[in-house]
């Protein structure tokens, strides 16, 4: 599950980046003004963060195991871990 959303925070970055390089260019190319890029950026911003808490909500359940007891074991030898 944490490897879906790392792939989704790096297809955030990844649209971040293009919507400020078009940004960029847009001061040459009379094409691209009609974009709002300040929002595009905002709202990727936005996603990015919903995307990172959910990924942070989601660690304790992939690194802390259960033990046979029902107690919480944390992973402490990650040679093991596949």
Not at 31 to 37: C, I, N, T
């Amino acid at each position: 599950m944490l490897d879906l959303q790392r792939v989704k925070s790096l297809g955030i970055i990844g649209k971040r980046s293009l919507w400020r390089e078009l940004q960029v260019v847009s001061n040459e190319d009379t094409r691209l003004r009609e974009y709002e890029f300040d929002t595009l950026l905002h709202r990727a911003d936005d996603q990015f963060q919903a995307v990172e808490q959910e990924r942070l909500r989601l660690a304790p359940q992939v690194f802390v195991s259960k033990s046979e007891t029902g107690g919480d074991v944390p992973i402490t030898d990650t040679a093991d871990v596949r």
